[in-house]
């Protein structure tokens, strides 16, 4: 267990809607980033946030959507869902100064 | 932007048997991280290296920075059939404005009992 949790599991949903994915970091650690993985595919970064703010800005579109809340979980937004936008969607976290991100059991979206 | 080049792609092993991966960059990096992806589940951080010809181990794993600062290392001795999953290397990209990492394409690894 990283210590790092995603909910939901899975989400099923239809074209042209809008879905929030949540994350709680590990205990202490401030940095969140978003991941997508397509089916066979290598992980692509979409986000970072640091402690509320902004850092890192990967191939992320612009119908995808990030924040980090006070209490530091993070939510991604994905709006106008596209067939393809069906991946898994990881969520990892680390401390400060450190490239180890420890990841989440991540959310299995399908888009039908 | 920079890309990680793993190989090989994929390797059907006996079990016992030794396995060897690797990654390579056109670009340096000064950092090298380690992950194990079991199907339907998060990457887990195996190994992180931190110096050019640092040889660091986990239990029956090896992994170690290439010389060059270009490539990376993975080795896994008697191999058992837990050992299966999609192996990533992942490192920071040059002019780096944040912590994120670039992944691999993976190597997948399946092992006959």
């Known amino acids: 267990d990283s210590g790092v949790t995603q909910t939901p599991k899975h989400l099923i949903t239809a074209t042209g809607q809008r879905v929030t994915l949540r994350c709680s970091p590990r205990?202490?650690?401030?940095?969140v980033y978003w991941y997508q993985q397509s089916l066979d595919q290598g992980l692509q970064f979409l986000i970072q946030?640091?402690?509320?703010?902004?850092?890192a800005k990967g191939n992320i579109l612009e119908r995808f959507s990030a924040q980090q809340f006070p209490d530091l979980h993070s939510e991604l937004n994905l709006s106008s869902l596209e067939l393809g936008d069906s991946a898994l969607y990881f969520c990892?976290?680390?401390?400060?100064?450190?490239?180890?991100?420890?990841f989440g059991p991540g959310t299995r979206l399908t888009v039908t | 932007g920079q890309q990680l080049n793993q190989s090989p792609q994929s390797m059907f092993i006996q079990e016992g048997e030794d396995v060897s991966m690797n990654c390579t960059s056109s670009?340096?990096?000064?950092?090298w991280l380690w992950y194990k992806q079991d199907p339907g589940e998060g990457p887990v951080l195996l190994i992180a290296l931190y110096k050019a010809g640092e040889l660091t181990s986990n239990g029956r794993l090896t992994a170690q920075f290439g010389i060059t600062r270009k490539d990376s290392f993975l080795n896994i001795s008697a191999s058992i059939p837990s050992d299966v999953g999609i192996y990533f290397c992942?490192?920071?990209?040059?002019?780096?404005?944040?912590?994120?990492?670039?992944f691999g394409g993976g190597t997948r690894l399946m092992v006959k009992p």
């Open positions: 990892a976290s680390s401390g400060d100064r450190t490239y180890e991100q420890y």
């Open positions: 205990s202490g650690d401030l940095s």
């Open positions: 670009s340096i990096f000064n950092t």
């Open positions: 946030y640091y402690n509320g703010e902004e850092r």
């Open positions: 992942a490192g920071p990209p040059h002019n780096n404005a944040g912590n994120m990492l670039t």
